[in-house]
């Protein structure tokens, strides 16, 4: 396998569906890194001047930690996106730690140079502004699921979302890893996860959560993850197969009503 970046540019959705023009505008800049579980790309407070992109099955968590140690989940990255600096110009201090949650292939961009890129082609400035919109609509769903929903259904929200962006009913998750997303206690995820099982929903084995049933888990879950999905489907023309992992994006064309120029008319 090469290990050149240029050879992992089609193993990022956002990546894959830019043109060739705007992807000679990055090309030359894209820097190869393979990062491992338990990694951190940034922390809360430290300058973010670089764009990650995650490639092919790695996964990127945005989390929020409290004074107390307790983390959840904000934001769970694929393939489908990016992090850091991508809502705003980058060179801000981060809110979120990223947190990588499965290890993989990483393209890296400074931000500065997107900021470039994006003023010299519309076509790149509208699907980075459509990939913002998504992103922020997940972390939209994921305050209002977190304040709403109980946890057996976040769970499965969670489960769904990671099974999107890696393929596999097999989902690398320890239980450790599950409780920091969810914001709980080992122990009580343990006892969900039991439950979940008994259900015929999941497999539990050792650092691992195998998906048996997604249709059934689609409707035992909250609403959370259709929404975010539906969203994606509108805005980043996000496809996805039966099992729910996304192919491909093909954003529409059209100025988004989030487009910067257009921001009055937005939230
Ligand atoms: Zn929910």
């Known amino acids: 396998m090469s290990s050149s970046p240029e ?31 338990g990694e951190t790309l940034f922390t809360v407070g430290s300058n973010v001047s670089l764009i990650s992109f995650p490639c092919e099955q790695t996964v990127i968590t945005l989390i929020v930690s409290m004074r107390d140690g307790r983390t959840a989940e904000t934001a769970t990255i694929g393939r489908e996106g990016a992090v850091g600096g991508v809502v705003s110009h980058g060179s801000l201090p981060a809110f979120s730690t990223a947190l990588v949650q499965i290890g993989g292939p990483v393209l890296r961009l400074d931000a500065a140079k997107l900021q470039d890129a994006k003023q010299r082609s519309t076509t ?41 962006r890696i393929g596999t009913e097999e989902l690398p998750v320890t239980h450790e890893l599950l409780a920091n997303m969810l914001g709980v206690q080992r122990t009580y995820l343990t006892r969900i996860l039991r439950t979940l099982q008994l259900q015929g929903l999941i497999e539990v084995g050792r650092g691992r959560i195998t998906i048996l049933n997604r249709a059934e888990i689609q409707q035992a879950a909250c609403e959370c993850h259709g ?3 539906r969203h994606f489907e509108t805005v980043l023309g ?13 954003p529409p064309t059209q100025p988004s009503p989030a ?3 257009r921001s009055a008319e937005t939230v």
Request: hydrophobic content about 50%; proline content about 3%.
């Open 227 to 229: 929404a975010v999905v």
């Open 238 to 250: 996000a496809v996805y197969d039966a099992d729910g992992r996304m192919l491909f994006v093909d």
């Open 7 to 37: 050879s992992f540019i089609e193993g990022n959705l956002l990546l894959k569906a830019m043109s060739a023009s705007d992807r000679g505008l990055l090309a030359p800049y894209f820097e190869l890194m393979v990062v491992r579980r």
């Open 259 to 261: 487009d910067p120029a």
């Open 124 to 164: 790149l400035r509208n699907l980075f502004t459509r990939y913002g919109d998504c992103l922020l609509g997940q972390v939209l769903q994921s305050v209002a699921c977190n304040a709403l929903h109980p946890i057996e259904e976040r769970c499965l929200r969670w489960l769904l979302t990671l099974q999107d």
